[in-house]
């Protein structure tokens, strides 16, 4: 029983360099969603889908992109890398209907020099 | 617009006696509340949730929650505090409109022996 999986688990880039991080859940949930979580910021909403074909912004949109292809995939694209968005990003999602929880994955660490 | 506080960054307790951590949340129609649990380097995990019904909701691992509409708080609470308790924990409410989830700051929890 795999849940939500997020790779890779840990990266560091370059300044200006681009990269995905990719999560996929086996749950068939229709609500997929991307946090950055900074120490005394709590929890931001990056990015969310309803379900595939459908994304929309959350808090903390600039300087990444989403897709949702299909249900199970919702990679996340840092498009130029900057030193503001060294972080930890969980990936989680949820079935869709309000009184259902949300499943995190494990957080991908990335750090941008 | 949905929203949670939680105005303890950090909580201390001794390991045997009752612990609280607070949450107050700010929300348009009916809440759906929620506490997670993070450990060091791990991703969040559900404790518990309100949903409708029972103003005490009890989740995983002994803790409860009560939920109070007139004080609009949803406070998380433990008859009796294990050093293992200690971790971030997370308030969050769900969107009745659009499905997103918004955290709070968290509260980190130290038992001490």
């Known amino acids: 029983n795999a849940g939500v999986t997020q790779t890779p688990k840990f990266q560091v880039l370059k300044t200006g360099q681009s990269m995905t991080l990719q999560c996929a859940q086996d749950?068939?949930?229709?609500?997929m969603s991307w946090y950055r979580q900074d120490p005394g910021m709590g929890l931001r909403l990056i990015h969310y889908?309803?379900?595939?074909?459908?994304?929309d912004q959350g808090e903390v949109p600039n300087g990444y992109n989403v897709s949702r292809s299909t249900t199970e995939d919702f990679p996340l694209r840092l498009l130029s890398a900057a030193p503001s968005q060294t972080s930890v990003y969980f990936c989680?999602?949820?079935?869709?209907?309000?009184?259902?929880?949300?499943?995190f994955g494990e957080g991908s660490w990335l750090t941008v020099v | 617009a949905q929203s949670v506080a939680q105005p303890e960054d950090q909580v201390n307790v001794a390991e045997g006696n009752p612990l609280t951590v607070k949450c107050t949340y700010s929300?348009?129609?009916?809440?759906?509340l929620f506490w997670y649990v993070q450990y060091p380097n791990r991703g969040l995990q559900f404790l518990l949730k309100?949903?409708?019904?029972?103003?005490l909701v009890k989740g995983s691992y002994g803790f409860e929650a009560e939920f109070n509409k007139s004080q609009t708080s949803f406070h998380l609470k433990k008859p009796s505090a294990l050093v293992s308790d200690s971790a971030l924990y997370f308030c969050?409410?769900?969107?009745?409109?659009?499905?997103?989830?918004?955290f709070g700051t968290g509260t980190s929890l130290t038992v001490i022996p």
């Open positions: 989680a999602s949820s079935p869709g209907s309000f009184g259902n929880t949300i499943y």
């Open positions: 749950m068939n949930h229709e609500y």
């Open positions: 889908s309803v379900g595939a074909g459908i994304t």
């Open positions: 929300v348009s129609g009916n809440p759906y």
């Open positions: 309100y949903i409708t019904g029972d103003n």
């Open positions: 969050a409410v769900r969107a009745n409109t659009g499905n997103q989830f918004y």
